[in-house]
């Protein structure tokens, strides 16, 4: 009963535009706190980041969520990092589907900065999966790992433009107009597609496609030319073996294989294995990244998704996001 008094409530904010935040301090802690995951007798210590879900600078947080997205949350840890001197290396766990150009480019900028400012090295763990955006964050790593059962790839851009013209003459609305130029509405969902707005909108696409693929060539020049790269870049999944093949990752492997990645690229012999939570009663293992953000709707994504569904262009593989 409460839980669906919670979501009517949600749902009525939703659709009135507001876009409250309730704080609830349930566990009493009102900073964030470095919790030991494995210990060790060793000073130095290996950070564990997590990047989960959709990968976006809109999606804000949920009523009962402490934290703002995903950005706000890696930035604030990062930075947490830089200033504690026995942060020796950084594993960035991934398992989103990736998200919006914008959020997961910033994202990646600050992967490298963090290096760049700290010296300190970056090893990417890909969880269930690390595709488009989530891979393109991964470039950013100093050396990226997939356990066997990863799902990566999806190289690409997906622009998303609903239309909603038919539904609208069939309950009687009508929209009107007014604008200053032939293409000040390109996009609405009220109109189909012109041919010459189609144009136009693949000339973005194709731009921030070929940004995507000058990051992935990048990091894997080494062993990837680009001329095998944009064959294999046409937006399609791999399995962490083919991706393997193709050379798209560095290796197959678990946490362990992370963690003596980390160790060797820090150029050290063993470390304490933390994490930065706000919820330190909780958080009690390498694998509890969903107690990172408790939530009343454990389980439930339906109040993220709706506030997730726009216009605009991704690095996402869409598949997973709108089954």
């Known amino acids: ?51 989960t879900g959709l990968i976006s600078t809109t999606l804000n947080p949920g009523l009962f969520e402490r934290e703002g997205d995903i950005l706000s949350r890696i930035y604030y840890r990062l ?60 470039s950013a790593c100093d050396y990226v790992i997939a356990h066997p059962s990863t799902i990566t790839g999806s190289i690409g851009v997906i622009s998303i433009f609903p239309n909603l013209q038919e539904l609208f003459t069939k309950i009687g609305i009508k929209v009107n107009v007014i604008k200053s130029g032939k293409m000040k509405d390109s996009g609405s969902p009220f109109k189909d597609l012109t041919e010459e707005e189609k144009k136009i909108f693949q000339s973005v696409i194709d731009e921030l496609y ?47 294989s992370a963690l003596k990645k980390a160790l060797s690229l820090a150029m050290i012999k063993d470390a304490k294995v933390i994490a930065y939570t706000y919820y330190p009663k909780r958080k009690t293992n390498i694998y509890a990244t969903k107690l990172e953000r408790p939530s009343l709707f454990e389980g439930n994504n339906f109040e993220k998704m709706l506030r997730s569904l726009k216009s605009g262009f991704y690095y996402l593989w869409l598949p997973q996001v709108s089954r």
């Open 1 to 51: 009963m409460k839980k669906n008094l919670v979501l009517i409530i949600s749902i009525s904010l939703l659709i009135s535009g507001c876009a409250l935040h309730i704080h609830l301090d349930f566990l009493g802690e009102e900073e964030v706190h470095e919790v030991l995951l494995i210990k060790s007798p060793a000073k130095e210590k290996i950070l564990i980041l997590d990047v």
């Open 79 to 138: 930075a947490k990092a830089s200033e504690d001197k026995r942060v020796k290396a950084l594993i960035l766990r991934l398992d989103t589907p990736g998200g919006e150009v914008t959020a997961s480019d910033i994202l990646y900028n600050e992967i490298l900065r963090f290096k760049e400012k700290t010296s300190i090295p970056v090893v990417g763990l890909m969880m269930g999966m690390a595709t488009s955006g989530g891979y393109y964050v991964a």
């Open 210 to 256: 070929n940004k995507f693929l000058d990051v992935v060539y990048q990091k894997r020049k080494g062993s990837l030319s680009f001329e095998k790269l944009k064959k294999i870049a046409d937006g399609r999944i791999y399995t962490a073996s083919q991706a393997h093949m193709l050379k798209l990752i560095d290796e197959i492997g678990y946490f362990d």
